[in-house]
């Protein structure tokens, strides 16, 4: 069953990622709105005054981070937020996170490699405005249960 939509953070979530991202949000507050309703979709933020997000969708024993944005570099909320996703999966004994993150984007993936992940394939011109490949990533975080 869907969540309710809740389009003022929908909205806050689109102008964060406008001012973190290089080429503009990757998604619009239109977006964001819909993937807020849906069950598998959670968020992670940080601060009262809203400064920075995690969005990941959790199926099974996976999570797919699908956005990570801060409006404020350098202060670390990025790593609190990713501490606390990890946190999160091994309460809920995920087996792995995935992500995708631009092929170009060395300062992502620097972050995501302190955490452990690794590079596991690519997707081929992944991101368009420009286009771009996408490296993907994961990280082990428990057993999976067979």
């Known amino acids: 069953m869907d969540k309710p939509v809740d389009k003022e953070l929908a909205r806050q979530f689109w102008e964060i990622s406008q001012k973190a991202y290089t080429y503009d949000s990757p998604w619009t507050a239109e977006q964001f709105a819909s993937d807020l309703a849906q069950a598998h979709s959670h968020y992670i933020t940080e601060a009262a005054e809203m400064v920075a997000f ?3 969708h ?3 024993d996976e999570i797919e981070i699908t956005n990570i944005a801060t ?3 350098g202060q670390g909320v990025g790593g609190k937020l990713m501490r606390r996703l990890i946190q999160y999966a091994k309460s809920q004994e995920i087996a792995s996170i995935f992500l995708e993150v631009r092929a170009s984007n060395h300062e ?3 972050f ?3 955490f452990g992940f690794q590079v596991i394939g690519t997707r081929k011109k992944y991101y368009q405005h420009p ?3 996408a490296v993907l990533m ?3 975080v428990g057993k999976r249960h067979e």
């Open 54 to 56: 995690l969005g990941f």
């Open 58 to 60: 959790q199926v099974c």
């Open 71 to 73: 409006a404020v570099k």
């Open 108 to 110: 992502a993936r620097l």
């Open 112 to 114: 995501y490699e302190k």
């Open 131 to 133: 286009t771009e490949d």
């Open 138 to 140: 994961s990280l082990k």
